[in-house]
């Protein structure tokens, strides 16, 4: 089964082009959210999300567990769209959590899961200017850290700028 880590900017087209990948993938895709809805805004986006794929995507909400929810999710699902990679290393962050170690979980259980074909979205934010914060540091050298791991055990790799997808690894979109 071949994985795919899809990486962009904020509203860049990512998450419609992964969409797009696990329906392909997939007849009994499931959307694997990182997210907790911890404010308005964040529940009218979750709200609206979930609207815009009723019908074509089951739903699941996992902000921490994300090797478990994969490895539950094969069992009923072809295809897995995990939306998104730096909301759960900054729930990892939130909780405490030792993001390198649960970044190594999430590959060793990659590399052994052959159930479901499992698209992971996540943000660069490694192109921008120097974060002025030690917080804001840390988090941008994990997403990197993370991508970097993750890109290696993925068999496709995209970058998506503009809505427009850039195979930098792997197979190009069909």
């Known amino acids: 089964m071949r994985h795919a880590l899809v990486l962009g900017g904020a509203r860049s087209g990512k998450t419609a082009f992964g969409e797009r990948l696990a329906l392909h993938s997939g007849k009994r895709p499931l959307y694997l959210a990182m997210t907790k809805a911890l404010d308005g805004d964040m529940r009218e986006r979750v709200e609206s999300h979930r609207t815009g794929r009723t019908g074509r995507f089951a739903t699941r909400e996992e902000p921490l567990l994300l090797s478990r929810a994969l490895i539950e999710a ?23 959590e030792d993001v390198a170690t649960a970044v190594g979980e999430l590959c060793a259980t990659l590399m052994e899961f052959h159930e479901a074909k499992v698209i992971l979205i996540s943000h660069e934010v490694g192109l921008g200017i120097e974060p002025e914060n030690a917080m804001t540091r840390t988090f941008r050298d ?26 930098m690894k792997g197979a190009a979109p069909t």
């Open 74 to 96: 094969g069992q009923e699902h072809d295809a897995v769209l995990v939306d998104c990679l730096s909301l759960w290393i900054t729930n990892l962050l939130m909780a405490n």
């Open 142 to 167: 994990l997403a990197g850290s993370a991508h970097q791991r993750l890109a290696e055990v993925c068999d496709d790799v995209y970058f998506v700028a503009a809505g427009l997808p850039l195979t």
